[in-house]
Nanobody, 119 residues
Framework: QVQLVESGGGLVQAGGSLRLSCAAS????????MGWFRQPPGKQREWVAS???????RYGESVKGRFTISRDNTKNTMYLQMNSLKPEDTAVYSC?????????????WGQGTQVTVSS
């Protein structure tokens, strides 16, 4: 089982930046792909971006060019640098893990971190 703890959320004005972190612990040897998800108010959770152990990345269309996903395997931590934030980026951001790209995501979710972008 993997434990995930997200941090770095907050309130920011449109056009601003935030950097989120996701720290993993527990059965970290099983982690290959890590990913960010978000759940806007009143909407379903959606995938944001993923990164493989070797650094390969994938992004959702709505964040491509604005968000950058990265990870530090020595610290078992993943990051999401969010630039040019928009009010529609407001959501609870959570992280998850998977054995490979296109594999099902784990049932183990972190508690999430709130990101609020004001207009």
């Amino acid at each position: 089982q993997v434990q995930l703890v997200e941090s770095g959320g907050g309130l920011v004005q449109a056009g601003g930046s935030l950097r989120l972190s996701c720290a993993a612990s527990g059965s970290i040897f099983s982690i290959n792909v890590m990913g960010w998800f978000r759940q806007p108010p009143g909407k379903q959770r959606e995938w944001v971006a993923s990164i493989g152990r070797g650094g390969s990345t994938r992004y959702g269309e709505s964040v491509k060019g604005r968000f950058t996903i990265s990870r530090d395997n020595t610290k078992n931590t993943m990051y999401l640098q969010m630039n040019s934030l928009k009010p529609e980026d407001t959501a609870v951001y959570s992280c998850n893990t998977a054995p490979a790209f296109n594999s099902p995501w784990s049932l183990d979710w972190g508690q999430g971190t709130q990101v609020t972008v004001s207009s």
